[in-house]
Nanobody, 116 residues
Framework: QVQLVESGGGLVQPGGSLRLSCTTS????????LGWYRQAPGKERELVAT???????NYADSVKSRFTISRDNAENTMYLQMNSLKPEDTAVYYC??????????WGQGTQVTVSS
């Protein structure tokens, strides 16, 4: 069982920035897929960004050029740098990791609220 601990959410004004972190209980190098998803009230969970060992990075059109997914192998941590935040980015953000043969695991979620 993989444990994921998220941090970094909060309240930010439109145009501001936040960085989300997700620390894994296993070596982050053991995962072939890292991802961030979000779920706004009344909506389904949606993909924000993924980082794959085989195909690199992938972003939802709504966040391209504003968000960046990255990883720090030494810290076993993945990040989501979010710039130029908009009110429509308000959601609970979840990190996700997938390990070959073992399937995926989700973080507990962290609230991001973009409001003036």
């Amino acid at each position: 069982q993989v444990q994921l601990v998220e941090s970094g959410g909060g309240l930010v004004q439109p145009g501001g920035s936040l960085r989300l972190s997700c620390t894994t209980s296993r070596s982050i190098s053991s995962f072939n897929l890292l991802g961030w998803y979000r779920q706004a009230p009344g909506k389904e969970r949606e993909l924000v960004a993924t980082l794959s060992s085989s195909s690199g990075t992938n972003y939802a059109d709504s966040v391209k050029s504003r968000f960046t997914i990255s990883r720090d192998n030494a810290e076993n941590t993945m990040y989501l740098q979010m710039n130029s935040l908009k009110p429509e980015d308000t959601a609970v953000y979840y990190c996700y990791v997938r390990r070959p043969l073992f399937g995926g695991s989700w973080g507990q979620g962290t609230q991001v609220t973009v409001s003036s």
